[in-house]
């Protein structure tokens, strides 16, 4: 007798537990949410802790969420996406330490590879805070490309046409350069031209005297904006 309820109650038990996972995906939680930021030294000066991480935390309560930041200051684009080619009129001299195009690409993904090793992702966004390396250095007019591209490659090698991606358009440290201008032009067009893409602005976070880099206050700001973006575009989502 004292058998059989037992029996009776664990069997109850799994019955609740499993209604419970039941409910919970149908109410659309117990995803697996990837985030991957990287870029120069203003995604290097960004402490996903103090505002992005908790931020997309609360935007999915119900789900695991992943952040993977790679970023490394002064580097150009070119880090990162593989395929890119110089201007026709611009001699392109390597970084201290860059190993070819693409390199810190490889770094990222690395990264990525060892946080999801044994889970299922269900979503992936993509968030980008790079490009004053290019705009300052004659090469901007291949960014826009370069930028599509480098969204193109994740996406390839990911296997996630579905990912999506945030762009923090460069401040107005420089408004009124032209290799400045231009990289914040090709980084609206590639967000606005693109699904899965959204942009951020960041000409407030950088301080009174308009310095290239960002307060300590404007960082925090900024993992704040980064995080209502990619809840937006995955509000897109049919997942």
Same mark, same amino acid.
């Given at each position: 007798? #004292?058998? $059989?309820? %037992?029996? /009776? #109650?664990? %069997?109850?038990?799994? &019955?609740?537990? &499993?209604? %419970?996972?039941? *409910?919970? *995906?149908? %109410?659309?939680?117990?995803?697996?949410? +990837?985030?991957?930021l990287s870029g120069q030294s203003n995604m290097a000066g960004l402490n996903p802790d103090l505002s992005f991480t908790p931020a997309v935390k609360k935007a999915f309560p119900d789900d695991d969420v992943i952040v993977v930041k790679s970023a490394q200051g002064g580097q150009p684009i070119r880090r990162w996406y593989k /395929?890119?080619?110089a201007p026709a009129d611009v001699q392109v001299k390597a970084k201290p330490g860059e190993k070819g195009n693409g390199d810190l690409y490889d770094v990222l993904m690395s990264k990525v590879q060892a946080a999801v090793a044994g889970k299922k992702i269900d979503t992936v966004t993509f968030v980008w805070m790079q490009g004053e390396a290019d705009a300052k250095t004659g090469l901007a007019a291949v960014y826009e490309e370069s930028l599509r591209g480098l969204v193109k490659q994740l996406r390839d090698d990911l296997k996630r046409p579905? +990912? /999506?991606?945030?762009?923090?358009?460069?401040?107005?440290?420089?408004?009124?350069t032209a290799g400045w201008d231009a990289v914040r032009a090709a980084q609206e067009k590639v967000a606005r031209e693109d699904a899965l893409g959204a942009w951020v602005d960041t000409d407030d976070l950088n301080g009174p005297k308009n310095d290239l880099h960002y307060t300590r206050d404007? $960082?925090?700001e900024l993992g704040r904006r980064f995080a209502a973006k990619c809840a937006e575009l995955q509000a897109r989502s049919p997942k």
């Open positions: 007798m #004292c058998l $059989y309820r %037992a029996t /009776s #109650c664990l %069997a109850v038990g799994v &019955l609740s537990l &499993l209604l %419970a996972v039941t *409910q919970t *995906q149908a %109410a659309g939680g117990g995803k697996t949410r +990837l985030f991957i /395929s890119w080619k579905d +990912l /999506s991606f945030v762009i923090g358009r460069l401040s107005d440290h420089r408004n009124g404007g $960082y925090v």
